[in-house]
Each structure stands twice: as structure tokens, then as C-alpha cells.
């Protein structure tokens, strides 16, 4: 792995202790790099993610040249939960289903935007991909920061990141902050479900199966 000066953090996420020393030593600096427009790379059960603050469109700006990604493409969304998700798009009582039952799910939800939301996160869509990681660590820094961008931790075109190694060999010190947990529990990326109508359509299978998807969809 490429030896870099950027901040990195190695992390239990199955250790409490290694947990709490996360909060209370970690996560303020990681506040600030986001705040400040910085980029962190952070941990969730599918892939490695690339986040950054997504009211920031200089950093969303940033985020698109460190992936060498189209301008045109959508970037997923982390959140915490629904609340966050009422905030960035319109729901309806199918939605609403779908991420209750489903959000701990490998899924990523799309739904229409709301107006406010940057064109850099929706691409030549009116969609907005959802995505609620399970994963203690990074689940801490959305309930303290709110949403960040969830686009894979990897050059555009280039292998999944399920682990934290090939995403430093390839952004190096363009990225303030890494966060490694270890392997991801699924190592592929998320199903994308579009719920932005009146039935639920799979446009990429993936880490949750058909079957997993049925099954959560009925509530067990």
C-alpha cells in the first residue's frame, strides 16, 4: 500500500472501545475536513466510499475530478435515516415502505429530488440515489454530519475498492481522511432499486438478493 501523510484511521467497528475512541478523538477532525470541503474515505458493508459534503458543490466539483467520473453521471447519497431522507426527496407512502423495511439492506434507493438538490448529484436525471450504510463507524458520522456522497472509493471504471488499500494506492494524499475498518462485509456494490414510480424496479442487481429483497419487502 502507497505510504501517504494523509490522516488514517484503522478501526474494530465490532470493538466498543475502539468505537467510542472514534467519537470522541476522530470524528471532530473528521467534522472539520468535511465542513471544510475535504474528502474522507469511509467504510460500509458493500464497497468503500468517497464522501464528501453534498452541499458543497466545490467539493462535489473536487469529488468528480479525484474519480476522473463524467459530469453527467449520478452520485449516491449516505444518510442516517428517513428524516434525512425527507429532506432531499420526495416520498410517497410505497418509498416510505421500501426504506423502513429495507434500509439495512445493500440497497440504493432512487427517488426524485428534491429542487434544491445540486444537478452534480442527480446527473441527467431528476433521481437521487439513497444509500443507508450499516456500518457503526460510518453510521456515527452521518447522525453528526448529515449526508455525504457514497460514489464508490475508486477511479471511474476501475476495480470495486472492498478494501481500503487500492483506494489509498489510488488517491494518495488527495484524500484528507481514511477510514478502515477491514474488509467489506459483501464486497460488491448495492442493489439499485427505483422506486420513483408506482412499482419498485431493480436497475442493478447486486449485494441484496431478489429473494432478500422480497423477503424484507414483507416485513420479515
Known amino acids: 500500500m502507497t505510504k501517504i501523510n494523509s490522516k488514517m484511521i484503522y478501526i474494530s467497528e465490532g470493538e466498543p472501545k475502539e468505537l467510542s475512541n472514534f467519537l470522541e478523538h476522530d470524528l471532530p477532525d473528521c467534522m472539520k475536513i468535511l465542513t471544510n470541503g475535504g474528502v474522507i474515505i469511509f ?23 479525484l474519480k476522473n467520473r463524467p459530469a453527467n453521471m449520478p452520485i449516491a447519497v449516505a444518510l442516517s435515516g428517513l428524516e434525512q431522507a425527507r429532506a432531499l426527496v ?32 442527480t446527473g441527467t436525471s431528476n433521481l437521487l440515489g439513497l444509500r443507508f450504510p450499516d456500518n457503526k463507524v460510518t453510521a456515527a458520522i452521518l447522525d453528526h454530519f448529515g449526508p455525504i456522497t457514497a460514489t464508490s472509493a475508486n477511479l471511474h471504471r476501475t476495480s470495486d475498492p472492498t478494501t481500503i ?5 489510488q488517491f494518495g494524499d488527495n484524500v484528507d481522511m481514511y477510514i478502515d475498518t477491514g474488509p467489506c462485509r459483501f464486497g460488491k456494490p448495492s442493489t439499485v432499486l427505483d422506486v420513483s414510480g408506482e412499482t419498485i424496479k431493480i436497475i442493478r442487481d447486486g449485494a441484496c438478493t431478489r429473494a432478500e429483497l422480497e423477503d424484507c419487502l414483507r416485513g420479515n
Open 43 to 65: 467504510p460500509t458493508e458493500t464497497l468503500y466510499g468517497l464522501g464528501v459534503d453534498i452541499k458543497n458543490d466545490t467539493a462535489l466539483e473536487k469529488l468528480l475530478r
Open 165 to 169: 488499500e487500492p483506494a489509498v494506492d
Open 90 to 121: 420526495e416520498l410517497t407512502e410505497l418509498s416510505m415502505k421500501v426504506i423502513q423495511q429495507c434500509m439495512l439492506k445493500p440497497v440504493t434507493i432512487l427517488l426524485p429530488a428534491k429542487n434544491h438538490v445540486s444537478i452534480k448529484l
